[in-house]
Every structure is written in structure tokens, then in C-alpha cells.
């Protein structure tokens, strides 16, 4: 039996793949039919892939998202966006690419101020108390 629960826009070889595996199981060729599982995610990618500060890297990967929206709608360069932002270009650069380990959360909430964006930190109960977590809504 060949399974897939869902796919994301541009999994195009994965759904060729899943269409030639259906295919092969239906003509009896199951011996060429793949299996697809897919593992539910915990919605913390960090804490999927077992890394031990995985809720501080899920604000960052937000905070860095926020960012790169806001540089992108004032139509900035990284080199006028490091200078409003207090950061050298080269920084600026690797949080663009999810390179953001070195840089505090505190750090990145400033740099989208020196961007003109104001940060709001709100605190209130949780959907599922043994599930509590730090969200970035940008």
C-alpha cells in the first residue's frame, strides 16, 4: 500500500515519484512501489530535529521572517538595512538566510525598530497549558 498524506507547493519530484509508486502498486509491481511516511510535525521544526534550544530558535526563525518582510516592503538593500538596523551587512546577510545563531532575540526586536516597526510582546493564556509556547505574529 502506498500512502501520502500531504505535500507542499513545489514537491514536484516527490509527487512524481508518489504518482510512478501508485502506478507500479496498482499494475503488481509492488516491489517498486515506495512508501511514503511522513512524520507529524510538532509545529517547532527546531524541536523536530531534537535540538536542545528549539523554542529560542522558532521566535528567531520568526523574528528573522519579520525582518526580511520588512526590508523587502521598504525596498532596502542589506547595506541600507544594516545601517538602520545597527548590524554589519554580512549579518544582515546570514539572518536572511536563517543563519541567526549569535544574534539574541532582544538584538533581532531592535533591528526591526531601527526598520520603523514597532515589537509587542503579549502575554495571555494558552490553547493547551501543557503546550505552552512562545510565538513570533508578524
Known amino acids: 500500500k502506498v500512502t501520502l498524506e500531504r505535500l507542499k507547493p513545489g514537491d514536484e519530484w516527490i509527487e512524481q515519484r508518489y504518482q510512478a509508486a501508485v502506478q507500479d502498486a496498482e499494475a503488481g509491481r509492488e516491489e517498486w512501489a515506495v512508501k511514503i511516511e511522513i512524520e507529524n510535525s510538532t509545529g517547532n521544526v527546531y524541536a523536530d530535529l531534537g535540538l ?8 528567531k526563525a520568526g523574528l528573522a521572517r519579520a525582518i526580511a518582510d520588512a526590508i523587502k516592503a521598504r525596498g532596502l538593500t542589506q547595506a541600507e538595512a544594516a545601517e538602520r538596523m545597527g ?24 533591528c526591526l525598530q531601527g526598520l ?3 515589537v509587542h510582546i503579549s502575554v495571555g493564556p494558552a490553547k493547551r497549558p501543557e503546550h505552552a509556547e512562545i510565538l513570533v505574529l508578524a
Open 52 to 59: 536542545s534550544d528549539s523554542s529560542e530558535m522558532k521566535v
Open 87 to 110: 548590524l554589519p551587512q554580512p549579518k544582515v546577510s546570514g539572518i536572511l538566510r536563517g543563519v541567526f545563531r549569535g544574534v539574541s532575540v532582544e538584538k533581532m526586536m531592535e
Open 116 to 118: 520603523g516597526l514597532d
